[in-house]
C-alpha cells in the first residue's frame, strides 16, 4: 500500500524532530497525515483524528482553510519573494508589521521577521545584547530565563530553555545565560501564594548573586507551555516587571504559544496587564499556514537603536519578512478578528473549566485541571491529594494518550520530572459542543487507565 511504501521510505530517509530515533527505525511513522478540516486530521489509512493540539499549538484557525491556500497562490503568482535586507521592502511585510503594531498591547510598535518561534528568540536574545552595547553597558549580557521554560531549539533558544532534556542533547550550550525558579505548577489557591513568594525571593537572590547590572534581559513565557503547562500564580507575572524595572533588566515575553487569541486574550501577557519590552511570535500567527515568526520591539528601544545605531544591523535572515509568509499571516490575522476567534478562545475556555471539574470529580486520578482560554492541562497522580507521582515506569498519560488516538483524538503528554501532564489545545474554532465530544473521549480514556491500574 502507499502508507507502507511512504513508511519505508520515512523510515530509511526522514529524521524527525523531536523524535526517537530508534522507535522511528523500528516502526516508521505511526501516522501519516493527508488533509484536514476544522479541528479535524485525516490519516492516510482513513482514519479521523480531533487534532487537541493544533497540532503544535499553532493551528489556531483550524485546518483547511481556503482562503489561506488563495492568499498563498495569489502572492506566489505575483511576488513569491524579494529581500527585505536594508533599503528593500514589499508591501506583506509593510502592512504585516502595521498590523502587528495595532494589535500588541502598549509601545511594540515595530516588528522585526524572522521564519519561527526559536529564530525570533534568538533573535530578541541579540538585539537585547546589542541594545545595551550601544548604550554602553556592554556588560549587560546575561540572559535570565526560568527552569522548565521552552523557547525553542537554535543555539540561543535552546540555551534559554530550562528543561535539562535539551540541554543534555548537545555538548556545549552558549554563555551567559542564567536560570531562575519556575512556580511550581497544579498547587491550590493558597500553596501558589507560598510559591510566588518562594520563587520572587529566590529570582532576586539569584539577580544580586549573579550582579544586576550584567543581566540584560529577562525572557519568560506568559504560561510556560512544553515545560508543563504552568499558569502562574496571582501577582507572579506582575511581580517579575516589577523587580525587572527596578533592576533595569529588559522584559521579554515568549508569547509564540500564548499569542493570537490561545488564551482568551490577544496576547497572553493581557492576563495579567503588564506590558513587556519586547515580544517574541509565532505559531498562531499564520496559524501554521506559512513558517514566519517575529520580535516585537517597543518604541522606547527602537528609539535607542535609533539614536546610538551606528551603522548595520548586522542580523537579518533571507526569509526576514517572507513576503508569501507575510501575506498568509494578515489573511489569518483578519479570519481571527473577523470570526471572533480571541472571544471563541475566552467562551470556550469556560466550558473547558466546567469540564476538567467535573474530570476530576469523576476520576480518582485527575487532579490540577487548569486552562486560561484553549490552553489547558491536568495532572495524573496515584494519590492525588498528596500530589503523589506515578511511578513512570508505570507511563500513565502515555496510556492515556494512547487511550484518546484509539478513540480519535490527538493529545500531548509532558513528562518532565516525572510528571503526568496532559496537554489539550484545540484549534480557536471549536464549538461547545466538539469540546464535549473530546472531553468524553478524555474522560473514557482516563477511565480505561484506572481500570486497567486497579486490577
Ligand atoms: N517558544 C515557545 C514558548 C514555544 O512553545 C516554541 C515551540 O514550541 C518555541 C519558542 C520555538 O518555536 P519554533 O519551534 O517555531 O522554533
Known amino acids: 500500500s502507499l502508507k507502507t511504501e511512504l513508511a519505508e521510505l520515512d523510515k530509511r530517509h526522514f529524521m524527525h524532530p523531536t523524535s526517537s530515533i530508534q522507535m522511528q527505525q523500528k516502526n516508521g511513522p505511526e501516522f501519516i497525515f493527508t488533509n484536514g478540516e476544522g479541528i479535524y486530521l485525516n490519516e492516510i489509512s482513513g482514519r479521523k483524528f480531533i487534532d487537541g493540539m493544533s497540532s503544535l499549538w499553532n493551528v489556531n484557525i483550524g485546518h483547511g482553510r481556503q482562503e489561506l491556500g488563495r492568499v498563498a497562490s495569489e502572492q506566489m503568482s505575483t511576488l513569491a519573494f524579494s529581500s527585505a535586507f536594508s533599503t528593500y521592502s514589499h508591501e506583506p511585510a509593510i502592512r504585516l508589521s502595521k498590523k502587528l503594531s495595532d494589535m500588541a498591547p502598549g509601545d511594540l510598535n515595530v516588528s522585526f521577521f524572522t521564519s519561527g518561534g526559536s529564530e525570533a528568540n534568538d533573535s530578541a536574545i541579540k538585539i537585547v545584547r546589542h541594545y545595551w552595547k550601544l548604550l554602553n553597558k556592554p556588560e549587560r549580557k546575561k540572559i535570565m530565563s526560568r527552569k522548565l521554560a521552552y523557547h525553542g531549539v537554535s543555539m540561543g533558544s535552546t540555551s534559554a530553555t530550562g528543561i535539562k532534556e535539551f540541554h543534555e542533547m548537545t555538548t556545549s550550550l552558549a554563555p551567559d545565560f542564567i536560570y531562575a525558579p519556575a512556580p511550581k505548577p ?270
Open 186 to 455: 497544579g498547587m491550590s489557591e493558597s500553596g501558589n501564594e507560598t510559591v510566588n513568594l518562594i520563587c520572587i525571593k529566590e529570582t532576586r537572590e539569584l539577580i544580586e548573586r549573579e550582579g544586576p547590572e550584567t543581566i540584560a534581559a529577562f525572557i519568560a513565557e506568559p504560561i510556560q507551555g512544553a515545560g508543563g503547562m504552568i499558569i502562574p500564580p496571582k501577582g507572579y507575572l506582575q511581580e517579575m516587571r516589577k523587580i525587572c524595572d527596578e533592576y533595569g533588566i529588559l522584559f521579554i515575553a515568549d508569547e509564540i504559544i500564548t499569542g493570537f487569541g490561545r488564551t482568551g486574550k490577544l496576547f497572553g501577557i493581557e492576563n495579567w496587564d503588564i506590558v513587556p519590552d519586547m515580544m517574541t511570535v509565532a505559531k498562531g500567527i499564520t496559524s501554521g499556514y506559512m513558517p514566519l515568526g517575529a520580535v516585537l520591539i517597543s518604541d522606547r528601544i527602537h528609539g535607542e537603536l535609533i539614536k546610538s545605531s551606528k551603522g548595520t544591523l548586522f542580523h537579518g535572515f533571507t526569509y526576514s519578512g517572507h513576503p508569501t509568509a507575510c501575506a498568509v499571516a494578515l489573511k489569518n490575522l483578519e479570519i481571527i478578528e473577523e470570526e471572533g476567534l480571541v472571544e471563541n478562545s475566552k467562551i470556550m475556555g469556560k466550558e473547558f473549566a466546567k469540564e476538567l471539574k467535573q474530570l476530576e470529580e469523576e476520576h480518582w486520578t485527575v487532579a490540577d485541571g487548569r486552562n486560561l482560554g484553549l490552553l489547558a492541562a491536568f495532572e495524573l497522580y496515584e494519590d492525588p491529594q498528596n500530589r503523589k507521582r506515578f511511578d513512570s515506569s508505570l507511563a500513565v498519560s502515555k496510556r492515556v494518550l494512547q487511550k484518546c488516538l484509539e478513540h480519535g483524538l490527538i493529545l500531548r503528554s509532558i513528562t518532565y520530572e516525572g510528571s503526568d501532564t496532559i496537554a489539550i489545545a484545540p484549534p480557536l474554532i471549536i464549538t461547545k459542543e466538539e469540546v464535549g465530544k473530546m472531553f468524553s473521549i478524555i474522560s473514557n480514556a482516563v477511565g480505561a487507565v484506572e481500570k486497567e491500574l486497579e486490577n
